[in-house]
């Protein structure tokens, strides 16, 4: 989490190399393994368990899922390969300035020209964008929002590096200034792909908020049992067991959100949009609320930067925020069932 890329290169190879997790639910026609969901939040869920520092969320959650949304054949066997096998880096870069997520928000300009598409303005929020290989932008044109691929390097595209609370999952602020851009799908239908990537995206990071969750969970009823005072362990003490009780029911429910979701995504129901509202705001909230609890029960040790609870609380709260935070989802599943 220190270094400049925010990932260790060598573990990157291993993990798309060797054990092939980069494209496990992609096609099997595109390079892939053509596993589903289901397979993929096991991975996620071991991920945050580990808090890993790698750009598999925003290549496979993000990239991958948004190709394969758009229906675009061409633009599928062009990049998914690459990304599949770990050869390349995507992410997908839609919130603004304004940190929302949804179509109203998104404002940048996408132009026509003799030579192709050109793109203006700016993106915020894009996870891993500064080393990305390939970027697939929201931007608008005068048929409505759109998606396009902006490759690394591209002519008026700069990546600024953000100053973020969670360390362990880089942000940038793209900048893009007459950039030249390739049109993936249909002009003006990009929005429906885009809010599928999001539910499916949001149900990958609610199984990673399970295993960070349940890695919490084990850290602390281990300290619980270790710690003592008064000359017995600190987990006999009533308000401990209260808190490990209540974590460990949040956490247990958070599992059952976040597996029902994996299902429902890789059998791509219609309950899809509904479900991965539920999973990301219940996810959410049990996971920093574990955080929360597990620095409490540490004491003083779980406020210093030498023990890595502190890297968790900042995590849960990152992903609380990322994509919409609870309430925002609980907003969306009222609309979605027609509250």
């Known amino acids: ?6 990932y260790d290169p060598a573990v990157w190879r291993q993990m798309t190399e060797q054990m092939g997790l980069a494209g496990l639910a992609i096609p099997e026609k595109y390079g892939g393994s053509g596993f589903s969901y289901v397979e993929l939040i096991v991975v996620f869920e071991e991920m945050g368990r580990a808090l890993l520092c790698s ?9 991958a899922n948004l190709l394969l949304a758009s229906g675009d054949e061409s633009a599928m066997a062009d990049y998914l390969p690459a990304l599949a096998s770990g050869e390349k880096i995507g992410t997908v870069a839609l919130a603004e300035a304004t940190g929302l997520w949804d179509e109203a928000a998104v404002k940048m300009a996408a132009t026509k020209s003799k030579s192709g598409w050109l793109l203006s303005g700016e993106k915020s929020f894009v996870t891993d964008g500064h080393l990305a290989d390939v970027v697939l932008v929201a931007a608008r044109t ?3 929002v759109s998606i396009f691929a902006v490759d690394k390097g591209a002519t008026g595209l700069v990546a600024t590096a953000l100053s973020t609370l969670d360390q362990t999952r880089k942000q940038s602020k793209l900048s893009f200034s007459q950039t030249p851009a390739r049109l993936i799908g249909v002009e ?13 995206a949001v149900v990958a990071l609610a199984a990673e908020q399970v295993g960070g969750a349940q890695q919490i969970l084990d850290v602390t009823v281990q300290y619980a049992k270790d710690r003592e005072q008064f000359n017995q362990p600190i987990g006999s003490f009533q308000v401990i067991k209260h808190k490990c009780a209540d974590m460990l029911l949040e956490v247990e429910s958070a599992r059952s959100a976040a597996y029902y979701a994996g299902w429902v995504a ?4 219609d309950e899809l949009p509904v479900v991965a509202s539920l999973a990301k705001a219940y996810c959410s ?10 620095i409490q029960i540490h004491g003083g040790i779980g406020f210093t930067w030498e023990h890595p609870v502190h890297l968790y609380f900042k995590r849960a709260k990152s992903s609380e925020l990322l994509f919409g935070d609870a309430s925002h989802h609980r907003e969306l599943l009222a609309q979605r069932i027609g509250i």
């Open 266 to 269: 890789a059998e791509d129901s």
């Open 55 to 63: 750009p598999y969320f925003s290549s496979v959650a993000l990239s």
């Open 1 to 6: 989490m220190e270094t400049e890329d925010g």
């Open 188 to 200: 003006g239908e990009g929005w429906p792909a885009l809010a599928k990537m999001l539910d499916l």
């Open 142 to 144: 005068n048929a409505g």
């Open 285 to 294: 909230e049990a996971y920093f609320h574990a955080t929360a609890e597990s």
